[in-house]
């Protein structure tokens, strides 16, 4: 074809020069130029970033044939018509915004040990030493029991008293005259320990004389109160423990003991009734009811008989917890047998923390262990993983060896118990404990 040819051929011209299409041209031109006069100038930050990178410059400076939308305004797009909120490109053109993290969002599944606000108090804090307990001596001075603690100040200043060194260095004389033996095992038993098992027999017998009523609702049962006022009209019962010339300290002691078993107008039994308990024991203690000679039956007899009617009782009236973490604490009901029981297998050639997940283990040796029992009754009454519903129990298995569960424990009850207002507020003092 010849050059002529070539350039007479009717080829459509695009863009502005051509003549069929500078209405439309001009149009375009118009538009671009309102837009651009409608968007304001680009800060200096900006600037710099788009000479820096030119991928950053606004698309809308490559020439009229692009034609970017208006920024959204913040009142008019923050939420979609359905409520949602609306995600836009972020302010570099790359994608999405990623969505804020919320300040108070707590993973599913936290580490039970060191959740906050108290875990590094815990930590930081000195392991509880065992401590002797001072039999008090004539003249007596017996007073009826009251409480007065209402604040933390006043917790702080029980456990700055002697009395309240001497309760908690009792506990941890309890938990180290158990260390590494089973419950089984012979022991000295005295006459006033036979007596506490034999009381804790009756009151178990008065279970069997008090059904549960019939009712819709599984927790609280009714028929617990009945029991409570068996047992608050049993004051002879400690006549049994006590020498004719300390009887008169039964309208001090005697309130620890019916505390120690639950409430009958709540209907419910947590760590501060057991603390009850103890301080119960304690009181026999100092009127050296029982002394030291006594501390592994005290344990291995006496705290079986009463876990076991606990048990019963918590069982049959489905008795609320008092207090309870939920799933962040060790037991609904319990925390004095996970010290027992963790002093229990401090050394034990063959067992570990990690062992409870081991049903044969536990199957064979929860008669033997406070620990090994409390692991298959949380298993028992509550369905599901251990990791599930006990994350607290299910992270304690990972610590290396049961010393360190023990010291551990001892701290946590100090702090988590003894140290709580909601749970020492129902504390009781007298002239036993001061």
């Known amino acids: 074809m010849a050059e002529s040819e070539i350039n007479n051929t009717n080829v459509p011209q695009t863009g502005i020069n051509s003549e ?50 208006p920024p959204p305004s913040a009142a008019a797009c923050s939420r979609c018509p359905c409520g949602a909120p609306v995600n836009f490109p972020n302010e570099d053109g790359f994608g999405l915004s990623p969505p804020p993290v919320p300040t ?13 606000p108290n875990t590094q108090a815990v930590i ?29 100040t006043d917790i702080e200043h029980f456990h700055n008293s002697d009395s309240g060194r001497s309760f908690m260095g ?5 938990s180290e005259s158990i260390r590494g033996h089973k419950i089984s095992d012979e022991c000295y038993e005295s006459p006033s320990v036979k007596g506490i098992v034999e009381i804790l027999g009756i009151m178990d017998v008065w279970i069997d004389e008090i059904p549960p009523v019939q009712q819709p609702a599984r927790y609280g049962n009714p028929a617990f109160r009945q029991w409570q006022d068996r047992l608050h009209q049993g004051q002879e019962l400690m006549d049994r423990l006590l020498a004719p010339d300390i009887r008169a300290s039964i309208p001090e002691i005697f309130p620890y003991f ?21 301080a119960w024991l304690f009181c ?15 344990v291995s007899r006496v705290f079986v008989k009463y876990l076991g009617l606990m048990r019963r009782l918590q069982t049959t009236y489905w008795l609320e917890p008092a207090g309870s973490h939920g799933v962040w604490g ?47 009754f949380v298993k028992k009454v509550k369905k599901g993983h251990l990791a599930e519903h006990s994350p607290m129990i299910d992270d304690i298995s990972a610590v290396p060896n049961w010393g360190k569960v023990n010291s551990g424990m001892l701290k946590m009850y100090k702090a988590e118990v003894l140290e709580k207002v909601p749970i020492m507020q129902h504390f009781l003092f007298a002239s036993l404990i001061e």
């Open 284 to 298: 026999l203690a100092r009127l050296g009811v029982i002394t030291e000679n006594d501390y592994q039956a005290v």
């Open 104 to 116: 108070n969002y707590r993973p599913i599944r936290a580490p039970a040990l060191l959740t906050p």
């Open 330 to 376: 060790l037991d609904d009901y319990h925390f004095l047998p996970f010290i027992f029981g963790s002093s229990q297998l401090v050394d034990h050639k063959y067992m570990k923390p990690k062992s409870i997940h081991n049903q044969d283990i536990l199957d064979s040796f929860s008669d033997e262990y406070f620990y090994l029992s409390c692991v298959t």
């Open 170 to 174: 009792f506990v941890v004389a309890l």
């Open 20 to 69: 069929e299409s500078t209405p439309k041209a001009r149009l375009a031109a118009e538009e671009v130029a309102e837009k651009m006069a409608s968007t304001p100038e680009k800060c200096d930050s900006q600037k710099q970033r788009e000479e820096e990178n030119p991928m950053e410059q606004n698309p809308a400076d490559e020439g009229p044939s692009f034609q970017s939308p």
């Open 258 to 278: 019916t505390d120690s078993f639950g409430n009958a107008m709540r209907i419910d039994y947590g760590t501060g009734h057991e603390a009850n308990f103890a």
């Open 124 to 152: 930081l804090a000195p392991v509880p030493q065992a401590q002797k307990v001072s039999i008090v001596s004539a003249p007596y001075s017996f007073q009826i029991p009251c409480r007065r603690i209402s604040s933390p």
